[in-house]
Structures are given as C-alpha cells and as structure tokens.
C-alpha cells in the first residue's frame, strides 16, 4: 500500500514546482544562500499542496474513475489505498504544506493557502465550469511563481507577471486543445462546451501577449544582446510546445510534453542559461 499511497501523490507532477525559481532567478538572487533554502522550501510545499489536491479529486472522482479505461488504473480508483486514509492524507499534507514555508514569510505561507483554496474550489465544482476552470489551472501555476517571489523577497515587474499569466493561459488552452484533438470518450465532460476553433485563438492570443512581454522585458534592461537571445528562444519554446501538443501524443499531459522532447529541453536549457547571463552582476 505505501508504494501505492506514493503513486496517488502523482510525485511525476512535481517538477512543474520548479517554477519556484523563476523569479529569483529573473532578479539575479540565486547566489544567496538563504534565498536557495526558502526556493526550497517553497519547491517541497508546492509539491506537498499539489499532492494534497491530487488526493481529493481522486477521491471525489473514484466511481468515475473506476468507469474510466485509463483512470480505473490509478490507485485509489484500483482499490490499492484505503478510501478511508484518503482524507487523511489529504489534510496532513496540506498541513505539513502551510508548515514548511513558516520558517520563510506571512506572504508565502498566504501563497500556499491560495493554492489550497483554489485546488479544492475547483475539484469540488469548478471544474466542470467552462472557462473558469481554464482561469484556475492558469492560476496554479501563476502562484507558483509567486510563492517563489514571496520565498525570495523579490518583487514583481509587470513584465514578468504579463509572461508568467499569459504562458500560463498558453499551456493551459493548449492542454485542453490537444484533448478535444486526441481524446475521443468523455474524460471530462466540461470539454464538450468548448470549441477547437476558439481555443486556437486563445494560444495565439496568449503567445503574442507572452512573447511581446518578454521582449519588453529584453528592452528594459542591460545585456539587450543576452536578454534578445532570451526573447527568442522563449517564442521558439512556445511554438515548438504547441507543436508538440497537436501533433504529439502526450499533449494533455503537459510535463510529458516538455520531458519526453529533447528540442523543448534544449530550448529550455539556452532559455535558461541566456536570462542567468541577463541578470548576473
């Protein structure tokens, strides 16, 4: 059962928390010691939170899934954890969750209850609204990083938020995009009130908001030449995330997108190294 406890906690999901990171590493803050350790701690209470969330939609889900031909696999929905610890669990990690960050600030320990509010808003109901529920996974990954500006003492240029929001928006539509393409049963029912032709306008609309933000951020600052190279390779990433999304398999998922592409990883990875040489002293 603990092995199967651990696989409902869906830990493969976590490495969207490294989103944590992006605002101090935007304000070049990375080299202090204390900001890597309250980045940290951020990361382990985003991934305890999200889990926590994962547990309660599994719950609330569980005759669903078990009439699902995929998700009739997933732990609870097989019968391999206890419906009863479910709860349980939930709430002690949602607990531990707003405990690691009391050591860092009021502001992040507030980002996290956020998050938990939002997540269990949207398993109990708004999930089946459509379009907020668009609003709210974005938001999950707006307040990420915003727990790791709180968590760093940073704050928030306008650029960064417009980015952060509109990839947000991007990654989001584009998941539900590629389910409406791929998925032919009825998963999630909300998908039906949506049409394909006005989610590819949101992606566009949502990539040219990104992608003109970022280079108004390259133009608001010293080291244009690193920060234009930074500008570039995040609408290449864009474009190649939702080309993968369409054409790929695995689009609804979107960690497996980013993982399973070697060109994402290496546009990733240049992205990065371009914003590190922008901000460092």
Do not use: C
Request: charged residues 15%.
């Amino acid at each position: 059962m603990t092995v199967a406890f651990w696989r409902a906690l869906r830990p493969s999901q976590w490495s969207k928390n490294v989103l944590v990171v992006l605002a101090p590493a935007a304000a070049g803050v990375l080299d202090q010691a204390d900001v890597v350790r309250d980045t940290a701690l951020m990361f382990v209470a985003f991934s305890l939170a999200a889990s926590a969330g994962y547990l309660v939609n599994d719950l609330l889900d569980l005759e669903a899934d078990r009439a699902h031909p995929i998700k009739r696999h997933r732990p609870i929905a097989a019968g391999e954890v206890p419906v009863a610890i479910v709860p349980v669990g939930a709430a002690v990690l949602a607990g531990a969750a707003l405990a690691v960050t009391a050591p860092i600030r009021t502001e992040a320990t507030a980002v996290i209850a956020v998050y938990l509010v939002t997540v269990l808003a949207y398993s109990f109901g708004l999930k089946r609204v459509p379009y907020l529920e668009l609003v709210i996974v974005a938001s999950g990954f707006v307040l990420r990083a915003v727990g790791g500006a709180a968590a760093a003492d940073v704050p928030i240029s306008i650029w960064f938020a417009i980015v952060v929001s509109s990839t947000a928006v991007f990654v989001v539509v584009a998941k539900r995009e590629s389910e409406l393409t791929h998925i032919v049963d009825a998963q999630r029912p909300v998908l039906s009130r949506y049409r394909q032709a006005r989610m590819i306008n949101v992606e566009l609309l949502a990539i040219g908001s990104a992608a003109l933000a970022h280079a108004g951020w390259a133009l608001d600052g010293d080291r244009i030449g690193a920060r234009a190279a930074a500008a570039v390779l995040f609408l290449l990433a864009l474009l190649r995330y939702r080309s993968r999304t369409v054409d790929g398999p695995h689009g609804e998922d979107p960690v497996a997108v980013v993982l399973r592409d070697p060109v994402l990883l290496v546009l990733g990875a240049a992205w990065a190294a371009a914003v590190v040489v922008s901000v460092s002293a």
